[in-house]
Every structure is written in C-alpha cells, then in structure tokens.
C-alpha cells in the first residue's frame, strides 16, 4: 500500500484566495482525520470522519475552513478566503483501529 | 480535559550517549492509548510505539525503550547509544474515547532531539 497520500506538498497563495488540500487514505480505512502543525499552536485535530461522516470538527478554526468526503478514497480541507495565519502544515491521516497512520503533509504558505 | 506535556523543549546529546524523553499525560479516561511519533526533518510523522492504558508492560525494540507508568502518569522514551539519525522532533500523543475515534490524539509540543557526531 502506498500509504496515506496529500497533494500538493507544497502550496504558495495569495491572501484572499482559496485552496483546496487533498488526501486519499489508505485503502479500507474508515476514519480520516486533518491535522495542523504551527509552531504557535503544535499539532492539532482540525476535524475527522468515519465511514465518509464527519464525527467532530471543533478543531474547525472557523468559517472560511470546510472538509469533505465524498467518498472512503478522498477527503478535501478548502480555505476561503486563505489568510496569512492559515500558513501551517497541514497532515492527513487515516486509521482503522487503534493507530493513525499519516500523509507526509501540505506545506501552506500564504503571503 | 486530554492533556499531554512534554517539558524537555530541547535536548541535545552527543553521538553514543543515552537520552531520555519524558511524557506526562492527563485524562480521565480509563482506557486510552499512548504513542511517540517521531519527525525528521523531512518532516514527516514516522509512528513509533503504541501502548494501551491496560499494558504497563516495559517495551524494548532495538536501541529504543519505554517506560510506561500509570501512578504518575508518565511515558517516557529511552534512545540507548544515540545516533545522529535520532536527531528528530519526538512527539507524544494520547487518544481516547475508543471505537473510531483512537486516531484522534492530543500530541505534546516535541522535544526537538539533536544528535552532536
């Protein structure tokens, strides 16, 4: 398997405009989840789904984020507007049990 | 409320030395499951270990140790005879709630490990 899988790796933008991130989780996993890593703020649980639901998504900064899964093989977190506080490192993970296995992460950067 | 800390910020050690990093959790829960992740400067989040709150057994895998201890909450990691390619963030981490929700971890702020040749 060739694990959980993020694009892009790298993302540039500019403020005010919208960027979608991307993940396709390992096959047969049924729970995805979208990490954040600032060095303010550390990791932290952004939202996750089970079975393509989503279950919590208090970590959820605020309105101009949204996460969806349309179906188990992809999942998507869309900023918009995108401001500079946003940039970050973003991580997917997916799991089926006890462990998280994650993507090697977006790198955000919005100017 | 979960609650992970990691108070080591940084600790830097010399090529061959032991090097310990300490974890204390909180939660209320009675079972839950403790993890380190490690991450390289690559950047990634490389798993490491897994323990469920049921399990104090000791763990050993290669030149890595840990010791997990429910009466003071603590799970530390012992890297023996360190090398520069431990030289990594390490995390800790906690989740719980059971069912699906196990991927859902509260992570320490790291300890940033550097490793001198």
């Known amino acids: 398997d060739a694990g959980v899988i993020q694009s892009p790796r790298h993302e540039v933008t500019e403020m005010g405009q919208e960027v979608t991130l991307r993940c396709k989780p390992i096959s047969g996993h049924n729970s995805l989840f979208w990490y954040r890593q600032t060095m303010m703020r550390g990791l932290e649980l952004l939202i996750y789904f089970n079975n393509n639901v989503p279950i919590d998504d208090s970590g959820m900064p605020e309105d101009r984020f949204s996460a969806k899964m349309p179906n188990a093989s992809f999942s998507t977190l869309k900023i918009q507007p995108s401001e500079p506080r946003d940039s970050a490192v973003y991580f997917c993970?997916?799991?089926?049990?006890?462990?998280?296995?994650f993507g090697q992460g977006t790198r955000l950067t919005v100017v | 409320a979960q609650k992970v800390t990691q108070a080591q910020t940084e600790i830097s050690v010399v090529e061959k030395e032991d090097v310990t990093l300490d974890c204390v959790y909180e939660t209320r829960d009675t079972t839950y499951y403790l993890f380190w992740y490690k991450q390289p400067p690559s950047g990634e989040l490389v798993f490491l270990i897994r323990?469920?709150?049921?399990d104090e057994q000791n763990e050993i895998s290669g030149r890595y140790s840990w010791n997990f201890q429910k009466s003071t909450s603590s799970f530390n990691f012992t890297i023996t005879a360190s090398q520069v390619v431990d030289s990594a963030v390490y995390f800790c981490a906690l989740s719980w709630g059971g069912g699906t929700s196990y991927g859902k971890l509260t992570f320490g702020q790291g300890t940033i490990l550097t490793v001198h040749p």
């Open positions: 993970a997916s799991s089926l049990g006890q462990q998280a296995f």
């Open positions: 323990r469920n709150s049921f």
